[in-house]
């Protein structure tokens, strides 16, 4: 029987867990590349600070990539576009993994987060055109899980295989799921075509109207303060549990499996009750539950294993938590001619976000002469007021209208619309 056959909500959940694969496999190639570190060091006589190149270029990359996707992402089938830039994602990371050189490296780096960025933008296009908004929160969190697999699952393999094999294995074994993915998607993917505004549309105009729209400044003011905020602590999460919190780096792994566990489970169960209690509700009070363990990991002490893992857990289960409603939320912010570009804009202020979070980090955060993490305190307040700004910044986010003029955006005025 041919999946067009098949009943729609089988059809759906069959393209959502081919989003999810996507996904996985782009937030897989980044997280990679931490671990792998002192190894690139190693091989290639670098210092940590070409190494930070390594990792902030695929940032950047997917940010700029992200941007000039925005002029023209509306004109095409979303079908044809995701598997065209998920085919540039692949073929970026095959780069990585036959680099011989710093250089060439960097420049796939530089490949594969243009392209993987952009694809990332495609899915959630995707989900905000084909699944309601009374469902569009059970779907976020369907496709959030690809954080929680790459954490637990896919570090762990990736990492097993450049033991066995060496550092190109990893990249290999992602090069392989990709392909994989690709061709499940050339039969799953529903055929999206462009709206047809989009394409008797001006890019220029289209690209105006996207970056000037009051609710769409809202939508990417959100969307900056969560990235910034989670930028701010996440790239030192793990050197302050063993410098501040004193715990065992043979027990680094379980933060990840925890948390990862955790969220796996979690993700989903926020989808479905923020379609079922309202987004705006429960976005609020999971930005609540964060902030306790946001302070608690910014300002730990030598405490046992329990503590750390039940703080770093709740962590992850309620930083995660919040990009559900949130993303449903933004999805839904914008007409659907326009969505293409948009989330290709709001990708772009994503990643610039979550590169300039990190580095503000660097400047607040140093060693002192017993090792331990200083100044990471100050990231932490910083997080949070950023993370109580989104609450301000969402209140006034408002659900696009039907289809209004060329040049204009329709929103429904009440509040209450969001969630």
């Not at 999805?331 to 979550?354: H, L």
């Amino acid at each position: 029987m041919s999946i067009q056959a098949q009943p729609p909500r089988f059809r759906e959940t069959l393209l959502l867990l081919t989003l999810a694969a996507v996904q996985f496999t782009h937030i897989m190639d980044f997280m990679i590349m931490m671990p792998l570190g002192p190894e690139f060091m190693r091989s290639f006589h670098i210092s940590p600070t070409a190494f930070g190149f390594l990792v902030s270029v695929y940032s950047f990359s997917a940010g700029a990539m992200g941007f000039a996707a925005g002029f023209f992402m509306d004109k095409f089938d979303r079908k044809r576009a995701l598997l065209v830039l998920y085919s540039g994602f692949v073929l970026g990371t095959l780069c990585c993994a036959l680099a011989p050189n710093y250089a060439t490296l960097l420049f796939a780096r530089a490949v594969a987060g243009g392209f993987g960025g952009v694809s990332a933008s495609v899915i959630l296009a995707i989900v905000g055109d084909v699944i309601p908004f009374e469902r569009r929160g059970q779907a976020m969190g369907m496709i959030m899980t690809a954080f929680s697999l790459a954490s637990i699952l896919g570090l762990p393999v990736g990492l097993k295989f450049k033991e066995l094999f060496s550092w190109h294995a990893p990249f290999l074994l992602l090069v392989g799921l990709g392909v994989a993915v690709i061709l499940v998607g050339r039969r799953v993917l529903p055929a999206l075509p462009p709206h047809g505004h989009a394409t008797a549309h001006d890019a220029w105009e289209q690209m105006r109207v996207i970056v000037t729209h009051p609710n769409h400044h809202r939508a990417f003011a959100l969307i900056a303060a969560l990235t910034g905020s989670s930028a701010l602590i996440y790239p030192y999460l793990t050197p302050s549990m063993v410098s501040n919190a004193g715990l065992p780096e043979s027990y680094m792994s379980l933060i990840y499996i925890f948390g990862g566990g955790a969220t796996l489970a979690t993700s989903p169960y926020f989808g479905r009750l923020a379609d079922r209690l309202g987004k705006l509700k429960v976005f609020t009070w999971l930005i609540l539950l964060s902030l306790i363990p946001t302070l608690a990991i910014a300002n730990l002490v030598p405490v046992p294993v329990w503590v750390v893992l039940l703080i770093t857990t709740s962590y992850m289960i309620f930083t995660s938590g919040r990009f559900v409603p949130a993303m449903a939320l933004i999805t839904a912010s914008v007409e659907p001619r326009y969505r293409g570009g948009f989330m290709s804009v709001n990708s772009a202020v994503q990643q610039i976000a979550a590169g300039v979070a990190t580095s503000v980090a660097a400047v607040l955060v140093s060693s002192d002469e017993h090792g331990r993490l200083v100044g990471y305190p100050r990231a932490g307040w910083l997080s949070l007021a950023m993370v109580l700004a989104s609450v301000a910044i969402i209140r006034h986010l408002r659900v696009a209208g039907p289809a209004a003029a060329p040049g204009a955006l329709e929103v429904e005025p009440a509040v209450e619309s969001v969630g």
